[in-house]
C-alpha cells in the first residue's frame, strides 16, 4: 500500500458484502429499498451482503456507490491502494481562503463597512463571473472571502432595522455564493455551516426572494446527503413554497423564479425516490410558472426560466432511470440556449447520462467532452461524471476505453 493512500475506516480485513450492508444501514436505507433502486431483487442484495455472490462488477458498484454517497470508492470494496473520491472533488486552492472568512467572528472592527449598494454591485458581478467563466471556482473562489467580511461587516453596523434587514438579505446571498463554491469539496462540515448562515441571514432578512434562494440550496443540500435526509429535503422546500406562493400574485420576477426553482427540486427529490408521477406534476408546475416569466429571463443564482425547462425534463427522466424517455428528452433540448458555463456543463452531463443508460456510450463519451470544454471545474466535482468515465475505464473496447482514460486523465481521476 503506498504511504499516502487513503487509511481503510473499516477493520481489515471487511469482505465486500459486509461493507455494503454498514454503508447501507449507515444511510438507513433498507434492503428492499436499495434493491429496488438498483432494479435487482431483495434476494440478490442479501446474497451480496451475505458473501454468496462475488463482488459485482464496476458497473454494479459504482452504481452502489452512488446511491449511498460513498464518499471514497476504496471505502467499499476495500482496495485501500486505489483510492478514488467520487461525490466529494479534489480541493480547490482557494477553499482555505473561503474557510477562514467564513470561520472568522466579525464583532468589531476599525474600517467602515462597504455601501450596501457596492456590495450589492460586487456581488453582481460575482455571480456574473460564476455564470461565464469556465474556471468559475477560481474566480468565484478570489472573489469571496472580502465580500464575505465585508457583508458581515455591514450587518454589524447597520444604523437602522431597514438598513439590518437590506444586508441581512445581501450577507444570505453570499453564503448561497459561497455554497456553489464549497459544494462537492472536502469540508462538509463548512458547507452546512454557510447553508444553515444563509437561511438564518434570509429569515432576519424578511425578504422572500433571500429566504427562497436559502430554502432551494438548503433542501439540494439535504438531498445530496443521500436516500435518509430526502424528506428533510421534501420538509424544506416545501416550506418556502408555502410561504412564497401566497405572494406570487403580485410578486417581481426574482420571486416568481425562485418558486419556480422550488417547485422542479420538489420534482426533482421524487424523481430521486422513483416517483414518476409527482416529479413529472412538479416539472408541470414548474414550466407553468417559467411561462409566466419574460421569454428571455434568466434567475441569476439557479438559472431558472423558460430555456432551463427542456434541462430540467432530461433531468427528471434520468433520475427515473428511463433510458428510451431521457435520449427523447436530450434530443427536444438539444437547441436549447443555457447563458451559463457550469449549467451547460451541468446539462451536457445529465445528457450524457441519458445516453449511457440508452446504451449510447460513445455518444455519452463524447457529451461529457462538451461538457469539459464548458466548464472544466464543474464536471471535475460532479460524481455522475467521474461515475461514467470510471465505468469505461473499464471498457473491453479498447478506443472507448483510450477515450474514458483521457478524459479521467483531465479529471485527476487516475493519479494515485
Known sequence: MPDDATPDPLPTPVAFGTRLQIHREKRGISRPVLAGLMGMSTEWLKRVEKGTLQMPKLPVVLRLAELLRVRDLSDLTGDQSAPTDL?????????????????????????????????????????????????????????????????????????????????????SEVYSLSQFFVAYQPDSALLWRVAERSMVAAQESEDPHSIGVAAWLAAQAHRDSGLAHFDAADAVNLEALAFLEPLLADAPDDVRAIAGALQFEAGYTAARRGEEGAAWGWWD????????????????????????????????????????????????????????????????????????????????????????????????????????????????????????????????????
Request: glycine fraction near 6%; avoid cysteine.
Open 87 to 171: 461525490f466529494i472533488g479534489p480541493g480547490h486552492p482557494r477553499l482555505r481562503e473561503v474557510q477562514q472568512a467564513v470561520n472568522a467572528l466579525t464583532l468589531t472592527g476599525s474600517r467602515q463597512a462597504p455601501p450596501v449598494a457596492h456590495l450589492r454591485a460586487r456581488l453582481d458581478r460575482a455571480w456574473t463571473a460564476r455564470h461565464e467563466a469556465p474556471n468559475h471556482r477560481e474566480v468565484v473562489g478570489e472573489l469571496l472571502p472580502g465580500l464575505i467580511r465585508d457583508a458581515q461587516l455591514a450587518v454589524r453596523q447597520a444604523d437602522t432595522s431597514t438598513d439590518r434587514r437590506t444586508a441581512q438579505a445581501i450577507l
Open 285 to 416: 408546475k414548474a414550466e407553468k410558472t417559467a411561462k409566466k416569466l419574460p421569454a428571455a429571463y434568466y434567475h441569476p443564482i439557479t438559472s431558472f426560466g423558460r430555456a432551463i425547462m427542456g434541462a430540467h425534463a432530461v433531468t427528471v427522466a434520468v433520475e427515473l432511470r428511463a433510458g428510451g424517455e431521457s435520449v427523447r428528452q436530450a434530443v427536444n433540448a438539444k437547441t436549447l440556449t443555457l447563458p451559463s458555463r457550469p449549467r451547460l456543463a451541468r446539462h451536457r452531463i445529465e445528457e450524457a447520462r441519458a445516453f449511457q443508460l440508452d446504451g449510447q456510450v460513445d455518444t455519452a463519451l463524447a457529451t461529457l467532452e462538451r461538457a469539459h470544454e464548458a466548464a472544466p471545474e464543474t464536471i471535475a466535482y460532479n460524481g455522475y461524471a467521474r461515475r461514467i468515465v470510471l465505468e469505461e475505464v473499464e471498457s473491453r473496447s479498447p478506443k472507448r476505453r483510450q477515450r474514458a482514460s483521457q478524459l479521467a486523465d483531465k479529471l485527476g481521476l487516475l493519479t494515485a
